[in-house]
Nanobody, 126 residues
């Protein structure tokens, strides 16, 4: 059973940095994509970054390009989302998700992912 646990959320000032962690267990191979999504109050859940564990391909949405970085630590079975230069509009609950796939690369379509963590709150405020 795949389990995902997010951590690292909190309160951060505009322009500051935060690193979110997604600890994964139950992955039976490297043929998984890990995605980071976020949902602000009253808005749809938005995919912002993903990592293909199979070929190390990554992808980021335009909204976070140049500010957020996704990376992995194989030894810890953890995928990170490094958030730099945060903005007020980055305030949301952040979720990581996983999907088993044999395809190369990764995507940010919510329906592609079947395993979800519980989420971690990120609040950007001065």
């Amino acid at each position: 059973q795949v389990q995902l646990v997010e951590s690292g959320g909190g309160l951060v000032q505009p322009g500051g940095s935060l690193r979110l962690s997604c600890a994964a267990s139950g992955l039976t191979s490297d043929y998984y994509n890990i995605g980071w999504f976020r949902q602000a109050p009253g808005k749809e859940r938005e995919g912002i970054a993903c990592f293909s564990l199979n070929d190390d391909d990554t992808y980021r949405a335009d909204s976070v390009q140049g500010r957020f970085t996704i990376s992995k630590d194989n030894a810890k079975n953890t995928v990170y989302l490094q958030m730099n230069g945060v903005k007020l509009e980055d305030t949301a609950v952040y979720y990581c998700a996983a999907e088993r796939t044999m395809l190369a690369g990764c995507g940010l379509r919510r329906e592609e992912y079947h395993y979800w963590g519980q989420g971690t709150q990120v609040t950007v405020s001065s």
